[in-house]
Every structure is written in structure tokens, then in C-alpha cells.
């Protein structure tokens, strides 16, 4: 018991002394954090002005699709730049379904 007594004391005399040494932090400018105001871009940083997804990209997301078109592709008109494996190739042979691997 005394010897639990006296590591629970030396553990709390260096964060003591920890904390004592420890620089005072003080914020001078507010930081620009992503979240905080989602609604509101801060200025001067770049911004998305239009979405141009012309035939040749429609045409590679349909590949493999056959008309008419399933009404669950309706999203790609409104993919805009995210990023989606949809528009690319996935694994070969037996999981190639769109026939992504057999085009080359």
C-alpha cells in the first residue's frame, strides 16, 4: 500500500512540474477550421463555378448500360466532380460485368 501511495504521489509531482514548465498558449488570429461554417466559403479560397460533364464523360459512366437507362443512374446527373468508382474500371474477368476490361 505504501508503495502505490508513493508512485501515485511521484506521478503526480511531475505532472505538476510538467504543467509548470508548460508555455502558456495564446491564439492571436482565429484559426479557419473546415465545419465550423459550412455555408460560408472563406475568401480567397477557390470555388467551383460550373459542372461541364460532356457526352464523352455520360458515354464512359454508361458503358456496359444498356437503353433504356434504370432510373437508379440518375444520380450521374448530379455526380459533378466527386469522385465515383462508377466511372471507372473495376476487377476483371468473372466481376467485369459492364465488359470495362474487355473494350482494350
Do not use: C
Not at 511521484?10 to 505538476?16: A, Y
Not at 448530379?78 to 476487377?91: A, L, V
Amino acid at each position: 500500500m505504501a508503495k502505490t501511495a508513493s508512485w501515485n504521489a511521484g506521478v503526480l509531482g511531475v505532472g505538476l512540474v510538467l504543467g509548470a514548465l508548460a508555455p502558456a498558449v495564446r491564439a492571436e488570429e482565429p484559426v479557419v477550421v473546415g465545419g465550423i461554417t459550412p455555408s460560408q466559403r472563406p475568401a480567397g479560397f477557390p470555388a467551383i463555378r460550373g459542372i461541364h460533364n460532356g457526352t464523352d464523360w455520360y458515354r464512359r459512366a454508361l458503358t456496359g448500360v444498356t437503353e433504356p437507362y434504370p432510373q437508379s443512374l440518375v444520380f450521374l446527373d448530379h455526380q459533378g466532380e466527386w469522385y465515383t468508382p462508377f466511372t471507372r474500371p473495376g476487377m476483371p474477368a468473372v466481376y467485369d460485368l459492364r465488359g470495362w476490361h474487355g473494350k482494350r
